[in-house]
């Protein structure tokens, strides 16, 4: 999985790629000869689902929760016949 790293200022791979061997021969065109790469073991989970899960655990149940960039998660009260919204 690739993180995310600005290559003459502009964006090459999106975070939580996965690389192949396209992608390898890019990097190299592109003078990167070396990246930082995670591999995730059996059991664990990325960091997008990882956000998620600890942003429904502290809301609750009462929260509706989104995906934002960067490994963040948004929160907003979950509309429900007793609330009216």
């Not at 791979?13 to 930082?36: F, I, M, S």
């Not at 942003?55 to 009260?77: F, K, Q, V």
Request: proline share 2%.
């Amino acid at each position: 999985m690739l993180h995310d790293f600005p290559v003459r200022r502009r964006k090459l791979l999106a975070k939580g790629h996965v690389l192949n061997q396209e992608d390898v021969r890019l990097l190299e065109t592109e003078g990167l000869g070396q990246v930082w790469v995670t591999e995730l073991e059996a059991g664990e989970i990325g960091e997008d689902d990882a956000v998620c899960q600890a942003a429904a655990e502290m809301g609750c149940g009462c929260l509706e929760i989104r995906l934002a960039a960067g490994g963040r998660a948004t929160s907003s009260p979950q509309k429900t016949a007793a609330y009216g919204g």
